[in-house]
């Protein structure tokens, strides 16, 4: 197999995985005509039609699929062979690619990676905060890290916390003319300061269980927003109750700025976890991250 071959394989394999050429190019690092001119070329020299396009979308033909199928595991062990070879060198080196929501990434993540780029300065790590949950074997990444009640039950999942609680918080002035809820029911006669989860589109619903009950509160307000430190903010300032989680609002709750309620309707729930596919080959890097993320560097 000539050199350009080989590339135009791979070319090919990121379009269809990506199923746009213009993620499949960014993540390349080539343009979406260059990118575009490599595959006509390949079905060409195959003679056979490996992608269809339309105006919208990009999804491969039943020959294109078996192309794929092919392809992925034989690059990944080329990959995992790579793997192996680098790390007979005497430094672990590499560069990992994780997703992660921001509050872990700030909380859990953020400190483990910059003790492990510390001591191993060969080591690259890119961070993609996203609160969207993103097919990590699609878009390339080595890992994630969400909530364990979200990760698919073919990977695997390393817990990084205890358990979480969800909190609903309300700052002092505005409790001054409105009465405390007692219960969830009791939030419809308040304003709640709505999140609009970024992947669905959909709002956070404000979930409450108590004695194996379990009551979806319907709530409403004058704000809603996709980003968790104005929700806090705009809380702060008072206006209206926000659903939060604990360890988010907890310093404010400690100081008095925030009042908590409702807390014997947020039972816990599994935390934070990192997430890798089954079949992937630890890299030194990777299983030096994991060590970083379970206290051990």
Partial sequence: ??????????????????????????RLGTSQSSLSETVRRLEERLDVRLLT?????VAPTDAG????????????GIKDQLLRLNET?????????????KYAALTILGPAVSRLLALYPSIQVEIDVNSSFVDI??????????????????????PLSGDMRMAVVGAPAYFVERPIPKTPQELAGHLCINRRMSDTGALRLWEFSQNNRTVNAPVQGQLTTNDDDLVIRS???????????????????DDG???????????????FHLYYPSRRQ????????LDALRGRL
């Fill in 137 to 158: 074997v699609r878009d390339g990444y080595d890992a994630g890290v969400r909530l364990g009640e979200n990760i698919d039950k073919d990977m695997i999942a390393v």
């Fill in 89 to 101: 060198r005497n430094r672990p080196a590499g560069r990992l690619r994780i997703t992660s929501s």
């Fill in 257 to 271: 700025r925030l009042v908590r309620v409702l807390e014997d309707w947020c039972p816990p729930f599994p935390g």
């Fill in 1 to 26: 197999m000539k050199r350009n071959e080989l590339g135009d394989l791979i070319a090919f394999l990121a379009v269809a995985e990506a199923k746009s050429f213009t993620r499949a190019a960014a």
């Fill in 53 to 57: 396009r339309t105006t919208r979308t």
């Fill in 65 to 76: 699929r078996q192309l794929v199928e092919t392809l992925r595991p034989a690059l990944d």
């Fill in 235 to 253: 809380c702060l300032a008072g206006d209206g109750l926000a659903f939060m989680l604990e360890g988010s609002v907890r310093g404010h709750v």
């Fill in 282 to 289: 630890s890299s030194a890097a990777f299983r030096l991250l």
